[in-house]
């Protein structure tokens, strides 16, 4: 009993982790159709910068999160006005290369200033103290991501279903020249929704750092991990990337617990066989 | 392919025999292969600032002869590319000693090369028993993972463990570490209540911590790659609680001085088998780490380093000793015996590997703040263990 309990509460903790990071990309690949594999970037720019300011200014976690959350929104501004604006008309070969090349410049950067060691994050103590939950006990980080997970959530799902905004974006991804003409301004609001998802891969960089720690080659080294979550979750579906997220999280901690020698086998054999079922993923809708 | 890949070889040994019969004063190249870019470029970079030292130390020539150092970089691990370059350093650069080894594929994909070319190639890290095996022309100044394990085991075993979990990362470093511990426990009467091999993507180590909590083991020991693993597994350790529930924790090189500092505090009080810290207590180490400090500042000293610097020395001593001549150089690096920072080190006559002391060090709050691994019980001369010719 308490070995089906350890798999779940460890299962959400790790998926929601896995939410986190990748919802960002749910927006930008899932919403707005680019493939950005430049995602893993953002979070990578976000946890350097937390890393700095925590580490070398001796600035708090939480103004440290705000400071370097608000600097990714805002390089990301500035990377869709000069670059991405072009990449969403380029075919998908097209903005592979493109957001791949980003990525290799993020990563030069990083690596030419910081080094390709860990960055550590200076967070607070208390992200580290043990939890007891009863039948045992769980870093109280995992519960911070939890929580952020779920307001996170409830937030993009208030986001794109109950404001003008989300209408916009559905709208403008639908059709963009209709919607562009019925006075919809079709580049703010992707410019808004490809800074969300960037502030979201950010946030959920930092926030995840404690299982997936910040170095130079994050944005590759967890890529293949993303796009799963994203696959797998469906196109263009948040509560679907949510669903991905929480199942993976179950289905590899539960691997890691019974099956350890497989576990990673077990990992992929489950998504070859769920992407076979439903090639557009648990919530994607058909093409 | 084969028809010209043979050819060259037979330029390569020619280029050795026309050159390596004069004798006289030259300049004598040194080819290091290793990951000077990419993920793993901290090999190379701690390679090369070593050698630095050792060469600011010890000037550019010996014997007569002015030594020259030429680096290639692979990109990681890749055995066609450490071939293609250990080709190209043979035949065109007329290297007369090849160096570098980070990892394991690498030092195998020459074993060919260097039995054509009678070159000797000094391993500064790649830690498989076995490569030594694969070409008489192998030296390594670095370690294996028997050599670790078996003495971390004895240790345990006479300070209290009883019942020890294994907990090491799936792949052949991991799973030689796992045997030789167990192996080595089992015989002084303790019991492995557990061998968890870790998938080596993993991100999550919760599941495994609770494995273990809930084995009712006194102690794990553990084998994993520098790297993230090792940030995640000692970052799960101590948050699910196993520190406080009593089972202590053992490791090798997760404590790795390049990665030290951003482990942080809760690294303190790990305890780990090592043949080398940057804080061991000699003069020698002591002039190697502050001119280390001079030449690169802020680097830290670590384990590729140690292997390097010593490498480097091999290389001196074998050329003073025998000048370009591949064959005798070997000879004479047999049996060679010399005060390294890390303590005394002897070459091993028939495994090619370093005899030197295993110590075991606790991760504490160094004097300007920085965390260290401090020594506190040493294992003596210990050979490669896992080497059977």
Do not use: C
Not at chain 1, 37 to 45: P, Q, R, S, T, V
Not at chain 1, 103 to 132: C, E, K, Q
Not at chain 2, 140 to 150: D, E, P, V, Y
Request: proline letters at 4%; hydrophobic letters at 50%; charged letters at 15%.
């Amino acid at each position: 009993m308490s070995l089906i309990l350890s798999i779940v509460v460890d299962g959400v903790a790790y998926g929601m982790i896995l939410f986190m990071i990748s919802v960002g990309l749910s927006i930008t690949m899932g919403l707005m159709r680019i493939i950005n594999l430049a995602h893993g970037g953002f979070a990578l720019l976000g946890g350097a910068a937390v890393h700095l300011l925590t580490t070398r200014l001796d600035v708090a976690f939480i103004p440290a999160f705000l400071v370097a959350v608000l600097a990714v929104v805002l390089v990301s501004v500035l990377l869709e006005r000069l670059l991405y604006r072009h990449i969403y008309g380029f075919n998908e070969l097209g903005q592979v290369l493109a957001t791949i090349g980003i990525v290799f410049i993020m990563i030069a950067t990083v690596n030419l200033f910081l080094g390709s060691t860990i960055l550590p994050l200076g967070a607070p103590a208390i992200f580290t103290t043990p939890i007891d939950l009863g039948f045992r006990t769980l870093p109280f980080h995992r519960l911070v991501v939890i929580i952020s997970g779920l307001l996170v959530l409830a937030g993009l799902w208030l986001l794109m279903e109950k404001t003008r905004f989300g209408i916009y974006l559905r709208a403008a991804v639908d059709n963009r020249i209709a919607a562009a003409s019925l006075g919809i301004n079709t580049p703010l609001v992707y410019l808004v929704a490809f800074a969300t998802g960037a502030g979201l891969a950010a946030v959920g960089g930092i926030l995840g750092a404690e299982l997936l720690p910040i170095e130079a080659y994050y944005p590759l080294r967890y890529m293949v991990l993303f796009l799963i979550v994203v696959s797998v979750g469906g196109l263009g579906s948040i509560s679907g990337s949510f669903l991905a997220s929480i199942s993976l999280g179950i289905l590899d901690t539960a691997g890691r617990y019974l099956l350890p020698g497989i576990g990673t086998i077990f990992f992929f054999v489950a998504i070859v066989v769920l992407l076979a079922l439903r090639p557009n993923g648990l919530m994607g809708k058909a093409q | 392919m084969t028809f010209s890949k043979s050819t060259l070889y037979l330029v390569a040994s020619a280029a050795f025999f026309v050159t390596g019969t004069l004798a006289q004063a030259e300049t004598i190249k040194v080819g290091v292969i290793a990951t000077f870019s990419g993920p793993n470029a901290i090999w190379g970079k701690q390679f090369r600032e070593a050698i630095d030292v050792y060469v600011a130390q010890h000037g550019d020539e010996v014997g007569g002869h002015k030594i020259q150092f030429i680096y290639k970089d692979v990109g990681g691990p890749n055995a066609d590319a450490s071939k293609a370059a250990a080709l190209e350093l043979l035949v065109r650069d007329g290297v007369k000693y090849l160096a570098g080894f980070d990892f394991t594929p690498n030092a195998v994909a020459v074993a060919p090369l260097t039995k054509q070319a009678k070159v000797p190639a000094v391993i500064f890290n790649a830690a498989t028993s076995s490569i030594n095996k694969q070409s008489d022309f192998f030296l390594r100044t670095s370690f294996t993972l028997t050599q670790l394990a078996q003495p971390a085991a004895e240790w345990a075993a006479k300070n209290g463990s009883k019942k020890v979990v294994t907990a090491v990362s799936d792949y052949n470093p991991g799973i030689d570490a796992e045997t030789a511990f167990s192996a080595s426990f089992e015989k002084d009467g303790g019991a492995v209540l557990e061998k968890i091999r870790m998938p080596l993507q993993t991100n999550d180590f919760a599941p495994f911590m609770q494995r273990i909590k809930s084995s009712g083991a006194d102690t794990v020991f553990t084998f994993l790659p520098v790297g993230p693993a090792t940030f995640a597994f000692t970052k799960a350790y101590n948050e699910n609680g196993l520190k406080a529930a009593g089972v202590s924790f053992l490791g090798g090189g997760e404590t790795d001085e390049t990665t030290l500092d951003a482990l942080g505090d809760q690294a303190t009080g790990l305890v780990t088998a090592y043949h080398y810290s940057d804080v061991h207590d000699s003069a020698l180490n002591k002039s190697f780490v502050a001119k280390l400090q001079e030449l690169h500042p802020g680097s830290r000293a670590n384990m590729a380093s140690i292997g390097a610097y010593d490498g480097a020395e091999l290389i001196y001593r074998m050329i003073k000793a025998a000048g370009s001549d591949g064959t005798k150089a070997i000879e004479a690096a047999k049996g060679m015996e010399w005060e390294s920072p890390r303590g005394p080190v002897k070459m091993d006559p028939v495994s090619r590997t370093v005899v030197q002391n295993v110590y075991l060090r606790r991760v504490e709050k160094g004097a300007d703040g920085k965390l260290v691994n401090r020594e506190f019980a040493t294992v003596p001369n210990v050979p490669d263990l896992g080497f059977n010719p």
